[in-house]
């Protein structure tokens, strides 16, 4: 069998206007996140649908089997928001293995995104459920679904509600931490290459950690799970940069897609999973659309 294709997206950020969100939304943080994409984060999203339509064409072009969404569809994660979002990954979810997603913390932005439970309804039918969900320590994370022969998924959730307009950090509740070393460990899926698929980034491109008022507040305890898993990734976004870092003593490469709409900094990556040698190849956007960049890194 042929290797899996994968393309990692994340941070799309689709916009709406701003008079579609219902007033009563415009309170606390949210009055302020909407102040900030008016004056400097709208611009760098205005074309998010279309680029989703032209990543779609791309993934056709490359044969990819499977999309995975690091989170951020949203920008202020109403309920207008999400539904345009679900119209406009689209383009995405029809791939023959499906999409696997999980929110970022613009999905969660505020406790009523949570108790609407906003992304499991517009986006829960898209998503790829889970196979092995004796697993699931934490609601449905661990999220483990098998993928052909050789590879598995497996989905945590690292955001929260931050209603401090100061903080965008996350953190992943405990139990999910311990659901993922067993699931790690889970012999149905000893011989699969694992792709753990969550929001924050544990580390930054350089190798250090992210500041503690936007990053993933225990991600130490993440990549001591991690650690002594070699044929294993972990695909992420939030920072608005594509890269992939390796951590000294953690088996795992640590890829982060970038926002892959924001206007000069689009990025993704492609990856090819197999029973053997598995690499990402970074993908950028170019003038005519996306393509890869030629950096490739080798995984596991």
């Given at each position: 069998m042929s290797a899996l294709r994968v393309l990692h997206v994340s941070d799309v950020h689709v916009p709406v206007p701003v008079g579609a969100i219902?007033?009563?939304?415009?309170?606390g943080k949210r009055a302020i996140g909407g102040l900030n994409y008016l004056l400097r984060r709208g611009p760098r999203f205005a074309e998010a649908e279309a680029k989703l339509a032209e990543l779609g064409r791309f993934a056709e072009t490359e044969a990819v089997d499977l999309v995975v969404a690091s989170g951020d569809f949203t920008v202020l994660g109403t309920e207008p928001e999400h539904a345009?979002?679900?119209?406009?990954?689209?383009?995405?979810?029809?791939?023959?293995?499906?999409?696997?997603?999980?929110?970022?913390?613009h999905d969660v932005y505020l406790e009523d995104a949570v108790r609407a439970e906003r992304f499991r309804r517009h986006f829960g039918d898209l998503v790829l459920a889970a196979d092995l969900p004796s697993l699931a320590a934490d609601g449905p994370y661990p999220l483990v679904r098998r993928i052909g022969e050789h590879v598995a998924l497996i989905a945590i959730d690292s955001t929260r509600p931050n209603p401090q307009p100061w903080r965008s950090s996350g953190r992943i509740p405990e139990a999910q931490l311990e659901g993922l070393r067993r699931?790690?460990?889970?012999?149905?899926?000893?011989?699969?290459?694992?792709?753990?698929?969550?929001?924050?980034a544990p580390r930054l491109w350089d190798g250090r950690p992210d500041r503690?008022?936007?990053?993933?507040?225990n991600a130490d305890a993440l990549l001591e799970v991690l650690a002594p898993h070699a044929r294993t990734c972990l695909?992420?976004?939030?920072?608005?940069r594509r890269y992939a870092v390796k951590?000294?003593?953690?088996?795992?490469?640590?890829?982060c897609a970038g926002s892959s709409t924001e206007r000069g900094h689009e990025g993704a990556w492609l990856l090819e999973l197999g029973a053997g040698p598995c690499r990402?190849?970074?993908v950028e956007r170019g003038p005519s659309g996306y393509r890869?960049?030629?950096?490739?890194?080798a995984l596991g």
């Open positions: 219902p007033a009563a939304d415009w309170l345009r979002a679900r119209r406009a990954i689209l383009p995405l979810a029809g791939r023959p293995e499906g999409l696997f997603a999980v929110p970022g913390n699931a790690l460990a889970e012999p149905a899926l000893r011989d699969r290459f694992k792709v753990v698929v969550t929001h924050y503690r008022s936007h990053g993933l507040e695909l992420h976004g939030h920072v608005h951590v000294p003593g953690v088996g795992p490469t640590l890829l990402a190849l970074a890869q960049s030629g950096e490739i890194v």
